[in-house]
């Protein structure tokens, strides 16, 4: 080859690489990006969801410390009442395949309490979600805590 063809070849081949580290460069960046983004937003998430409890915590605090047994009870189980249902939209967008098993375990908890102590949730909607997560793993090939086999 001439020395001419060759400094050709080799400027392609070097632009080539270029552009491909270049490329690879661009897209290491965006993903960088978007994994930030997300971590982002599921920390805000968190930090919201944490607010929230604290808040609850602080509710029930002042009703023991004031003596206010019942109101501190309510709270709990009012709390307690919208996680599970909570839990049971979930499982059903899952369609149960990925249950973990502290959420069998949690679920087979909440039943024998609430078989105890029942809701004071009036008939509707509300109701109908929670007993509709209670009712999660139960029946025919359920274990006794709740998981399904």
């Known amino acids: ?17 270029g552009s491909f580290g270049a490329g690879y460069l661009l897209r290491y960046v965006q993903d960088t990006k978007r994994f930030l983004r997300d971590f ?26 004031s003596g206010d047994i019942q109101g501190a009870t309510t709270t709990l189980e009012t709390a307690l009442d919208g996680d599970l249902s909570f839990i049971g939209e979930v499982d059903r967008g899952f369609s149960g395949s990925h249950r973990p098993g502290a959420v069998s375990l949690v679920l087979a908890e909440a039943r024998a309490y609430r078989a105890d102590h029942p809701s004071s949730l009036p008939p509707g909607a509300k109701l109908d979600a ?20």
């Open 1 to 17: 080859m001439q020395p001419n063809r060759i400094a050709f070849w080799a400027l392609v081949a070097a632009g080539a690489a």
């Open 40 to 65: 982002m937003f599921q920390a805000e998430i968190a930090y919201t969801d944490t607010a929230f409890r604290a808040r609850k915590e602080l509710v029930v605090l002042k009703s023991l410390r």
């Open 130 to 149: 929670l007993n509709s997560a209670l009712s999660i793993g139960v029946g025919k090939g359920s274990h006794e805590d709740g998981r399904t086999p």
